[in-house]
């Protein structure tokens, strides 16, 4: 049997595709396994902010390539991955979470940057949690992979940048991290840390060999998340934070809606089941609907069109 891994192309893609690759091959030492590398409208249009190409930008192509079947498995950083798939298509597992957390690279700490510091972030979550947090820095925009992001910082373009800690540790940067930044003020982006792993629905074969891959744990985790983003209709570049952590037979999920100035904050959280992380995600955003989260996101989304 021949197995074709989709993935981007960037360096931390490729890693992260390898890996899935490498634990299936472990596993099943008579298939023969190949990465096909995918360019995404994501990675071709380095210019846009990323609240305004788009919901699929990262993960379109490859899932073009499923249905077409061109390749037979597609990995991606599941943060990228909308919450309503393409008719079709699952998602099969989630390898092991790496730190959830965002990352600050910079000169010194955030509570340490001078008053108008200009700080590099491709997110809308991440530019309204600066805002809160220190309104007297700058947020600017900022594509490109993780190395031309740093790169930035170094030549002294920005004083700093906000990256993903997990996409820092995957890339073997862990040394080049200042501060990872503390979850009650940058709570992190629903599925951020986890990859998962996309299949045909159909596709029993398949799901046989990527299944084992799934831990339990962070599977209920981000469930609870992408629940809760389905639920308050904020798509995976809205301004919405989320976080569930499965301990045991228990899932804690906090949840976090920014407007567009920074200056209104919802915080909320629910705990239950962790068999039951669909319907805690669905709880949560009642309860945050009930506190103006619709309202928040409405306006965060007109400010982008307008």
């Known amino acids: 049997m021949r197995l074709v891994v989709g993935s981007r192309r960037s360096r931390l893609a490729l890693l992260q595709a390898e890996s899935v690759a490498a ?3 472990e596993a099943n030492p008579d298939i023969e396994v190949s990465i096909s590398k995918i ?14 190409t788009g919901t699929a930008v990262f993960v379109k192509e490859l899932e073009e390539a499923l249905l ?11 943060k990228d991955v909308p919450t309503e798939l393409p008719s079709g298509l699952c998602l099969l597992a989630v390898t092991e979470r790496l730190d959830p957390r965002d990352a600050l690279v910079a000169n010194s700490k955030l509570d340490e940057l ?8 491709s997110s809308l979550r991440r530019t309204f949690q600066l805002m809160s947090y220190r309104p007297d820095l ?40 200042t501060e990872y930044l503390p979850l009650e003020h940058f709570l992190p982006a629903a599925g951020q840390g986890a990859l998962v792993v996309e299949a045909r ?24 998340e992408r629940a809760l983003l389905r639920a308050l209709g904020g798509g995976c570049r809205a301004p919405v934070a989320a976080l569930g952590t499965a ?44 506190m103006g989260a619709a309202e928040i996101i409405a306006e965060a989304r007109n400010s982008e069109n307008g």
Do not use: C
Not at 39 to 52: V, Y
Not at 68 to 77: F, K, L, R, Y
Not at 146 to 155: H, N
Not at 201 to 224: F, H, M
């Open 23 to 25: 634990r299936i091959k």
């Open 39 to 52: 360019t995404t409208a994501g990675d071709k249009d380095q210019r846009s902010r990323l609240g305004e």
């Open 68 to 78: 077409e079947g061109g390749i037979d498995i597609a990995v991606h950083s599941l």
């Open 114 to 121: 001078a008053s108008g510091a200009r700080i590099g972030t």
């Open 138 to 177: 700058r947020a600017r925009p900022i594509r490109g992979n993780i190395d031309t992001r740093l790169g930035r910082v170094a030549s002294g373009e920005f004083d700093g940048v906000i990256v993903a800690a997990a996409a820092m540790l995957r890339l073997g940067l862990g040394e080049r991290i």
């Open 201 to 224: 629905l159909d596709d029993k074969e398949i799901a046989g060999l990527v299944s084992p891959l799934n831990y339990l744990n962070a599977w209920q985790g981000i469930t609870a």
């Open 247 to 290: 301990d045991g037979n228990k899932l804690r999920l906090e949840g976090m809606v920014l407007s567009v100035s920074g200056r209104k904050v919802l915080h909320a959280s629910e705990e239950g089941s962790a068999a039951s992380a669909e319907n805690i995600g669905v709880r949560l955003a009642e309860k945050m609907k009930g």
